[in-house]
């Protein structure tokens, strides 16, 4: 089974619709388990491309940040 590619920036870009961290979609996000690794695959193989096309970031901070900032692993 193929690991979710979330890194735990969940905010969604209203312009573009996908996850500034992850680049998924709110619909691929909470359908990721139920996905065939065909599936999953597919979505992954697009990400990089959607994750370039961001042009805004997230106002607050990521809960990656705040606990590399207070020397925490997860």
């Known amino acids: 089974m193929?690991?979710?590619p979330c890194i735990l920036l969940c905010s969604i870009d209203s312009k573009t619709g996908y996850c500034f961290g992850c680049g998924?979609?709110?619909?691929?996000?909470?359908?990721?388990t139920s996905y065939s690794d065909q599936e999953?695959?597919?979505v992954m193989g697009q990400l990089a491309e959607r994750l370039k096309g961001l042009e805004r970031k997230p106002r607050r901070e990521t809960r990656r940040s705040l606990m590399a900032r207070q020397g925490e692993t997860l």
């Open 2 to 4: 193929m690991e979710s």
């Open 24 to 32: 998924r979609t709110r619909d691929e996000i909470g359908a990721w």
């Open 40 to 42: 999953r695959s597919t």
